[in-house]
């Protein structure tokens, strides 16, 4: 089964407002966590990543914790823009996965009305 | 190029086809992955290669699939006799030694 679970469904939500994705997984030993970007017409990219529990990644004004207690790794932001309007994909590597290849879960769309 | 490129950006193929992925990745990088995105769903890992050494190959599908990396940069992702079920995104990425991954905007294969 996958290793890493998204909340189902798309996300619309009015400029300014706050932004919550879950992301939960599962994996012996301690994984990687990232969450990449995809923007319309344009490729996977990297939007901030956690090596170990308690880390904090960051960027562009989002923010996900590690939390090795709840399996989690949400993905947040205080106040979303039209420009954040994209797919969200939370990933891992490591622990049980063989030279850093990522998992993924099944992605959210994010459409930000101005 | 900066980035990791794919050609072509878009494929269509008759059923029973044969087709050819490309996948330029960025120079230097030793590792590169290949990936299938199908609708509404993440990327599935396919098969990964260090320098032109396949090191694992054991995400892809069938035995119709091959990839290739011959000089340890450009590779080829092969799909033989193509099915309905092959339509999908193929993304490729490219990294250095445990670094972070870049990935290409993929080729959209419909299998029609």
């Known amino acids: 089964g996958n290793s890493v679970t998204q909340m189902e469904g798309p996300v619309t939500l009015s400029e300014e407002a706050f932004l919550t994705i879950n992301c939960t997984y599962t994996a012996t030993g301690y994984p990687s966590l990232f969450w990449y970007v995809q923007y319309p017409g344009e490729g996977l990219q990297l939007l901030l990543k956690?090596?170990?529990?308690?880390d904090k990644g960051s960027n562009k004004g989002f923010e996900a914790t590690y939390r090795k207690e709840t399996t989690s790794f949400h993905l947040e932001k205080g106040s979303v823009q039209v420009s954040d309007s994209a797919v969200y994909f939370c990933a891992r590597t490591g622990a049980g996965l063989g030279n850093n290849r990522l998992a993924f879960g099944k992605g959210n769309q994010v459409v930000v009305i101005p | 190029g900066a980035g990791v490129s794919q050609s072509p950006r878009y494929k269509v193929a008759k059923r029973g086809q044969d087709v050819a992925l490309r996948c330029d990745p960025i120079?230097?990088?030793?590792?590169l992955f290949w990936y299938q995105q199908a609708l509404g769903q993440g990327p599935e890992f396919l098969t990964y290669?260090?320098?032109?050494?396949?090191?694992?190959k054991s995400g892809l599908p069938s035995d119709r699939f091959f990839a290739e990396r011959p000089e340890g940069s450009v590779s080829t992702l092969k799909i033989q006799r193509t099915q309905q079920e092959d339509s999908a995104v193929y993304l490729c990425?490219?990294?250095?030694?445990?670094?972070?991954?870049?990935f290409g905007q993929g080729t959209r294969l419909t299998v029609v």
């Open positions: 990425a490219s990294s250095s030694s445990r670094g972070e991954a870049f």
């Open positions: 956690a090596t170990k529990a308690d």
């Open positions: 290669f260090q320098n032109e050494a396949q090191l694992d």
């Open positions: 120079s230097g990088h030793v590792s």
